[in-house]
Each structure stands twice: as C-alpha cells, then as structure tokens.
C-alpha cells in the first residue's frame, strides 16, 4: 500500500520529499497503510512496520504517538528546517488519527476521504504544513457540501490541526524552504494526468488486486472535485 500511495502522490500533488511537503508525502503514505489495514481488518493498531520488526512489540513509526520511537515529532511548533521528512511525518500523522477517532461518526474511511481528496485536488508540490492543513480543510468543505450521510465537519479537522500546532491562526514558514502558492495558475504547476489508467488507485481495494475501488483520475474543475467526492463515498468498498 505504501508503494500505491507514493504513486498516487506522484501523479496528484506531486509533493516533493523534502521540508515539510516531504513530511507531508511521508505521512500520506503512513495513512494510506492505516486505511488499507482498516478495509481489511475494521480496526487500526496505528503503527507503521510492526509486522516486519524482529523486536517484540517494534514498530518503525507510530500515528498515535509519533513521539514514542524518541526522534519523531508531533507538532508543527517542534519542526525544524532540514529535518528528516521521515521524523516531520509525525504532525500529519497524528492530526489523521485525531481526526479519525474524533467521535461524532468519525472512523479512519471518512478520514481518509479528507486527506485522500486533499493530495488529489488542493496540494501542491511545496505545499508546506499550513498550506497542508489548509487543503484538509478544503477537502473537508467539498465532501461536506456533497449531501451524504456524512457531514464532514470542518470544525473537527480544525480541531485535528490545532492539536498539533496547526491551529487557525498559525502563520510563516521555515526560512530556506520555498514557498509556492496553493492558488498558483494551472500553467505554473507540474502537469497531471488525465488518463485514469496512468493514476495508480489508492483504494484498497484495487492495492488489493480486486475490482470496484475509486477512481482517482483528476480533473481539476469544480464538476471534478464535485464528482471526485461523490466517487470516494460512492463507489469505495469500504466498511464503515
């Protein structure tokens, strides 16, 4: 699923791996995984690797508690520039378990609709963790206004940001990271495709090998990120 993930970004946002869009990239792929365990098992143990370490009870990396392996952090207060994206994770990581044990119907599905929307249709290359947050909020806003059985708070993904240093008011950024604007004109970002058989589908029931799992084809207009949420509720095989 990680592999899956990392492709999915690639042909999406295209997040670069390094600053805090690297720690971004990083922990989409660490919530992919917890989303594909949740399709398979209803349940997350919210550790990444802890089946592949020899050590009892290792893991590489927790969402839960990202501090616990004692390098990782889960604030954005704590970043600082140059870090390994790998350790940054941690701020993304934790704000989605937040999110998805959020009580009020939250489970790990709905919130990774957010995260999942958010990488297809409002980050960017450089996005840096505001602007992360931001697009969270975006994503949250369009699958709100879509008229499910879910509304998608977006004061609860707030929230989620808030508790990891992301609050409404947090400003600046890192010196020596670039700054590229989430409103940037389509002609200056990376081109996407358009072919939906060239966009690895990060449901996990096509990482799976089986049919039926969301196509992530991106548009980019506003019928795009209408049907784009429509088509994570709709046509995903998930267990709520």
């Known amino acids: 699923?990680?592999?899956?993930?990392q492709g999915f970004t690639e042909m999406n946002s295209g997040l670069v791996n390094?600053?805090?869009?690297?720690?971004?990239?990083?922990a989409f792929s660490d919530i992919a995984g917890e989303a594909a365990e949740y399709y398979l098992d209803a349940d997350n143990d919210w550790l990444v690797g802890a089946e592949i370490v020899k050590e009892a009870n290792g893991?590489?990396?927790?969402?839960?508690?990202?501090?616990?392996?004692?390098?990782?952090?889960?604030?954005?207060?704590?970043?600082?520039?140059?870090?390994?994206t790998q350790l940054s994770a941690g701020v993304f990581n934790k704000a989605f378990y937040l999110l998805a044990t959020t009580p009020g119907g939250w489970n790990t599905r709905r919130a990774f609709d957010v995260f999942y929307y958010a990488n297809e249709e409002h980050w960017s290359p450089h996005s840096n963790?505001?602007?992360?947050?931001?697009?969270?909020i975006s994503a949250a806003e369009v699958l709100a206004?879509?008229?499910?059985?879910?509304?998608?708070?977006?004061?609860?993904?707030?929230?989620?940001?808030t508790a990891v240093g992301l609050g409404p008011d947090a400003t600046g950024q890192p010196t020596g990271e670039p700054s590229v604007s989430p409103s940037m004109s389509p002609s200056a970002m990376p081109s996407k495709s358009s072919s939906p058989s060239e966009v690895p589908s990060l449901s996990p029931s096509a990482a799976l090998g089986e049919t039926g799992g969301a196509n992530s084809s991106s548009s980019g207009s506003s019928s795009g990120s209408q049907s784009g949420s429509r088509r994570l509720r709709g046509e995903s095989r998930w267990r709520d």
């Open 18 to 26: 390094i600053g805090q869009s690297g720690g971004i990239r990083e």
């Open 59 to 84: 893991f590489i990396r927790s969402l839960a508690n990202p501090t616990s392996d004692g390098e990782s952090i889960d604030s954005a207060l704590n970043y600082q520039d140059g870090m390994d």
């Open 1 to 5: 699923s990680r592999m899956v993930a």
């Open 129 to 136: 963790f505001i602007q992360g947050r931001d697009g969270c």
């Open 145 to 161: 206004s879509d008229g499910g059985d879910f509304d998608y708070n977006v004061d609860d993904v707030q929230a989620a940001f």
